[in-house]
């Protein structure tokens, strides 16, 4: 499957109609008073709309790099303006002091951090004019950001291993790509620390109790994609084979997970489970030798995970249609 213009297109309407899209909205919000009940946008005056925060950071995200890949995208201009009205100083102050209040230590940790780290990559990879604009506006909550993921790794003693937000390897991968790109030794080296603490020793992984049923996330998957891009060439593939020993009869793995109410928020997360896992496979089987039975099964089995869920993105439900569009396109995406 090859991505084409008019699927970019079509997932980039999505976000594009969810990001002024305030309600519904599922807020995660410590009160400290009673000067903290506020609407979404009061709140967040960038990222209020997609339902919840981080699908509004992964909604700018995906914009940007649709619009940097995809030149000729026929919403370029409706993007620049969605990003110039929103990515202001002032609008990204108070972002960054919805962190720093009291009592949200943990707010969109990881899941949020690692997306906004991502954002700030793909806004510093995209030539257009006002990009450097945009992410200068956004530099100090980045900063935040940063120095939250090295302060909070060193102290989680336990991987977290669930497929959903919370999910540890998910969220080092990204930030392990934001660091690599901006050349950032410190951050790099607490990623690999981390993902090496937590995941070097791992084996016959029980990947045959996956999925949860409200998971858009593999716990096996997202690590071992995780660990291919720590480990060097031939000391993955010894680690790999290791950890899915028996990688081709894993059935609740390499099939498509069934999803039985696209309608119900937590049900319809099953589809970006589907995309995901394709998004894993695909460059996992990449990092694996050429004639390794492994890659091949992982390839086939992204394939049928994404005729599942692909057209499914645009489904008609809120429940999907505010997020999934980002996983499809990692889902669809060439791996480098």
């Known amino acids: 499957m090859h991505l084409t213009q008019e699927q970019v297109s079509a997932f980039a309407a999505l976000p594009l109609r969810s990001l002024r899209h305030e309600y519904p909205n599922y807020i995660m919000h410590a009160l400290n008073g009673p000067q903290d009940v506020l609407s979404p946008r009061a709140l967040h005056p960038v990222f209020y709309g997609c339902y919840d925060w981080h699908s509004s950071v992964h909604g700018y995200w995906l914009l940007a ?28 102050q108070q972002e960054l002091a919805y962190f720093t209040a009291p009592g949200r230590t943990s707010f969109e940790r990881p899941y949020g951090w690692a ?42 003693s ?23 790109h901006r050349k950032d030794a410190e951050l790099e080296s607490a990623v690999v620390a981390a993902a090496c603490r937590y995941f070097i020793a791992d084996s016959n992984y029980p990947a045959h109790y996956e999925p949860g049923g409200d998971e858009f996330l593999s716990a096996a998957l ?20 290791q950890f899915l020993p028996s990688l081709p009869d894993v059935d609740r793995l390499m099939n498509p997970a069934e999803v039985s109410d696209r309608s119900d928020p937590k049900i319809a997360h099953l589809d970006g489970l589907n995309l995901s896992r394709a998004w894993c496979m695909k460059r996992i089987a990449r990092r694996l030798p ?47």
């Not at 790099?65 to 990204?92: G, K």
């Open 65 to 92: 790099r649709c619009a940097r890949q995809y030149p000729a995208l026929p919403q370029q201009a409706e993007i620049a303006t969605l990003f110039e009205e929103h990515f202001t100083a002032a609008n990204m």
């Open 290 to 336: 050429e004639h390794d039975a492994a890659a091949a099964t992982l390839t086939a089995a992204a394939q049928r995970h994404i005729q599942a869920s692909l057209p499914h993105v645009a489904s008609g439900h809120y429940a999907g249609e505010h997020w999934l569009a980002t996983f499809a396109m990692l889902a669809m995406e060439a791996p480098a």
């Open 222 to 241: 997202t690590e071992a994609l995780l660990m291919a891009d720590v480990l060097e060439p031939d000391v993955y593939v010894d680690w790999f084979a």
């Open 158 to 180: 336990y991987a977290i291993r669930v497929g959903t937000h919370y999910n540890s390897a998910f969220a080092l991968r990204l930030i392990l790509d934001f660091a690599r």
């Open 115 to 156: 997306w906004l780290l991502a954002l700030a990559q793909e806004l510093e990879s995209w030539p257009h004019p006002r990009a450097a604009a945009w992410l200068a506006a956004m530099e100090p909550l980045v900063a935040d950001i940063r120095n939250r993921v090295l302060n909070f790794f060193p102290l989680l």
